[in-house]
C-alpha cells in the first residue's frame, strides 16, 4: 500500500483545446486549464517520496503497481470566507454553511488530475485501477490538499448459490 498527501489547492483535469499546426498541419491538444499541470508535478513529487520510503518499491524505478488496485483519494478544500461570520465571529461558521463542497470542481475531474499524474509511477496504467472511492470536504481541520491511498484491489467475491 502508498498513500502519500499534498498540499495545495486541488485543481480538476480540465477539458482538452484542439488546434491545427499551420506548419505541419497535425491536430494539437493542449491542457485548458492552467493549474493542472502544477497540482500534477507536485502530485508526482509527492508520490515519489512516497514510493522512495517505502521498504519495496522504494527499490525500483518502474511503476510500484501492474496489478488491479484500488484508489481512494480525499480532497480537502478551504472553505469560503463567506462561510463565516464577521467581526468577532469572524472563526465561527455560519449556522447556514454548507457541510460539503458541492459546487465545481467536479470530483471526477479532480480524479482524474491525481490518477494521470501516477500512471506509470505508482500504477502501471490507469486502467488497472478497478475500485475508485473519491470524496470532496471542508479542510477545517487540516491544510487544502488531497490524500491518496493506492492499494492491491482484493479478490472479487464469488456469487452465493441458494
Known amino acids: 500500500m502508498i498513500t502519500f498527501t499534498v498540499r495545495g489547492i486541488p485543481a480538476p483535469q480540465g477539458s482538452k483545446r484542439a488546434f491545427r499546426?499551420?506548419?505541419?498541419?497535425?491536430?494539437?491538444?493542449?491542457?485548458?486549464?492552467?493549474?493542472v499541470a502544477p497540482w500534477r508535478s507536485d502530485v508526482r513529487d509527492a508520490a515519489i517520496d512516497a514510493l522512495a520510503a517505502h521498504p519495496v518499491y522504494g527499490q525500483h524505478s518502474c511503476a510500484a503497481f501492474?496489478?488491479?488496485?484500488?484508489?481512494?483519494?480525499?480532497?480537502?478544500?478551504?472553505?469560503?470566507?463567506?462561510h463565516f461570520g464577521t467581526g468577532r465571529n469572524a472563526t465561527v461558521l455560519k449556522p447556514g454553511a454548507p457541510l460539503h463542497p458541492a459546487g465545481k470542481p467536479d470530483l471526477d475531474k479532480l480524479a482524474r488530475a491525481i490518477l494521470d499524474a501516477i500512471t506509470h509511477l505508482?500504477?502501471?496504467?490507469?486502467?488497472?485501477?478497478?475500485?475508485?472511492?473519491?470524496?470532496k470536504v471542508y479542510a477545517d481541520h487540516e491544510p487544502p490538499g488531497v490524500t491518496v491511498?493506492?492499494?492491491?484491489?482484493?479478490?472479487p467475491i464469488p456469487p452465493q448459490e441458494d
Open 21 to 35: 499546426n499551420r506548419h505541419s498541419g497535425r491536430v494539437a491538444l493542449v491542457e485548458s486549464s492552467k493549474r
Open 66 to 82: 501492474h496489478e488491479p488496485v484500488a484508489v481512494g483519494l480525499a480532497f480537502r478544500f478551504p472553505r469560503p470566507k463567506g
Open 122 to 135: 505508482v500504477v502501471a496504467d490507469d486502467a488497472l485501477v478497478v475500485s475508485l472511492v473519491a470524496t
Open 149 to 155: 491511498v493506492v492499494r492491491a484491489a482484493a479478490p
